[in-house]
């Protein structure tokens, strides 16, 4: 098991930026796909974007246009810049592998997740 580290988060008003982070050593060379997902208060968990092995991304509506997805970094590191935030981005952002099967189950685990708070 490999504990995600995300980090990043924040209190920012609306119409700002962030970049979050979640570091997962090895999930490169597993040849493993990230997804990002954030919980808001009272809500289920929701997806909201991945970034596939071969370097492909996808979005959810609620996101597409103000996040990217990208990937770097010597500690195997996902990103999420999030652009023009609004109130109901406010939630706890956490990343996990979307590649199914055992060569990625090691990343297939909740960490702490990063708050972030955004006031109108």
């Known amino acids: 098991q490999v504990q995600m580290l995300e980090s990043g988060g924040g209190s920012v008003q609306a119409g700002g930026s962030l970049k979050l982070s979640c570091r997962a050593p090895?999930?490169?060379?597993?040849?493993?796909?990230m997804g990002w997902y954030r919980q808001a208060e009272g809500k289920q968990r929701e997806w909201i974007s991945t970034?596939?092995?071969?370097?492909?991304?996808t979005y959810s509506d609620s996101v597409k246009g103000r996040f990217t997805i990208s990937r770097g970094g010597a500690q195997d590191t996902v990103y999420l810049e999030m652009n023009n935030v609004q109130p109901e981005d406010s939630a706890i952002y956490s990343c996990?592998?979307?590649?199914?099967?055992?060569?990625?189950?090691?990343?297939?685990?909740w960490g702490q997740g990063t708050q972030v708070t955004v006031s109108s």
């Open positions: 970034i596939e092995y071969g370097g492909s991304t």
């Open positions: 996990k592998t979307i590649t199914p099967g055992r060569r990625c189950r090691q990343f297939n685990y």
């Open positions: 090895g999930f490169m060379s597993q040849q493993c796909g």
